[in-house]
């Protein structure tokens, strides 16, 4: 059973940035195609950013390109997701993932292709 537990989040204002973690127990992150999501009050979960399996290509949302980057680190085991420029509208709780059994450099933006979840973590930028 893999278990995700992501941190980093808090209170920024517009402009500054952040880094979130996400550790990974029970299995190595290196054989999943793990990804970013948030959910904003009142909306569905998006897709932010990812990583896939293998090549370890990464890939962003159109609104977060250029400004947010992932990453993992394999003896830690922990992927991250480095935030800046932030603005408002990027508030919201941002969640980890983790595809069990990806395909080869597959990339996964759809929630329902994720097998795991981590509980989620706050983000509010002030204007």
């Known amino acids: 059973q893999v278990q995700l537990a992501e941190s980093g989040g808090g209170l920024v204002q517009a402009g500054g940035s952040l880094r979130l973690s996400c550790a990974a127990s029970?299995?190595?992150?290196?054989?999943?195609?793990m990804g970013w999501f948030r959910q904003a009050p009142g909306k569905e979960r998006e897709f932010v950013a990812g990583i896939s399996w293998g090549a370890g290509n990464r890939y962003y949302a159109g609104s977060v390109k250029g400004r947010f980057t992932c990453s993992g680190d394999n003896d830690k085991n922990t992927v991250y997701l480095q935030m800046n420029s932030l603005r408002p509208e990027d508030t919201a709780v941002y969640y980890c993932?983790?595809?069990?059994?990806?395909?080869?450099?597959?990339?996964?933006?759809?929630?329902?292709?994720?097998?795991?979840w981590g509980q989620g973590t706050q983000v509010t930028v002030s204007s």
């Open positions: 993932a983790a595809v069990a059994r990806p395909n080869y450099s597959a990339y996964y933006t759809q929630t329902q292709s994720y097998d795991y």
């Open positions: 029970g299995h190595t992150f290196s054989s999943y195609a």
